[in-house]
T-cell receptor, first 112, second 111 residues
């Protein structure tokens, strides 16, 4: 079975722009979570979606938003980009909310 | 506040030199503790889940153990390909199901 896939792999944006990151979960997985990983630190929780509804939100500003589609894929949107948004954005999927989360390869976002 | 602390931050071993990585946690009710391996520029790769104190899991040269306050990842006779960052995360017994990660231990195994 294919693992979690994310696109694009890399992205370069300038301050103030908007970005959309995409994630396809493992087949049969209904829950998708998003994490931000700054260099040298562990991933920080941003959102969890289950059955197309937001079920959890981390301590991130309203510039961050997400959604989940009927096929369980997900998008993460970030508006008004800041230099501090530069990070590796990770998507993880799980069969149900409480199950083991499996991570994708990530999207490297650089904000100039 | 739920928190995870990993030590050491970095560890250098000679090939074959066994050692242990530590993960200390504070959580209001533990649902599960997870170990992941992360190679540079890649996403974390799942290794183990531990649910209760006294539980142990093994995979090749790795063995994970859990107590009420900490977890250890024991690496027996490591090889250079074991070089990576090892991340520990906890999932609390609340409604969020989010993972709370430590900062990781960077392991370098020299031939």
């Amino acid at each position: 079975d294919a693992g979690v896939t994310q696109s694009p792999t890399h992205l370069i944006k300038t301050r103030g722009q908007q970005v959309t990151l995409r994630c396809s979960p493992i087949s049969g997985h209904k829950s998708v979570s998003w994490y931000q990983q700054v260099l040298g630190q562990g991933p920080q929780f941003i959102f969890q979606y289950y059955e197309k509804e937001e079920r959890g939100r981390g301590n991130f500003p309203d510039r961050f938003s997400a959604r989940q589609f009927p096929n369980y894929s997900s998008e993460l949107n970030v508006n008004a980009l800041l230099l501090g948004d530069s990070a590796l954005y990770l998507c993880a999927s799980s069969r149900d909310r409480q199950d083991t989360q499996y991570f994708g390869p990530g999207t490297r976002l650089t904000v100039l | 506040e739920d928190q995870v602390t990993q030590s050491p931050e970095a560890l250098r071993l000679q090939e074959g030199e066994s050692s242990s990585l530590n993960c200390s946690y504070t959580v209001s009710g533990l649902r599960g503790l997870f170990w992941y391996r992360q190679d540079p520029g890649k996403g974390p790769e799942f290794l183990f889940t531990l649910y209760s104190a006294g539980e142990e899991k093994e995979k090749e040269r790795l063995k994970a153990t859990l107590t009420k306050k900490e977890s250890f990842l024991h690496i027996t006779a490591p090889k250079p390909e074991d070089s990576a960052t090892y991340l520990c995360a906890v999932q609390a017994m609340d409604s969020s199901y989010k993972l709370i990660f430590g900062s990781g231990t960077r392991l370098l195994v020299r031939p």
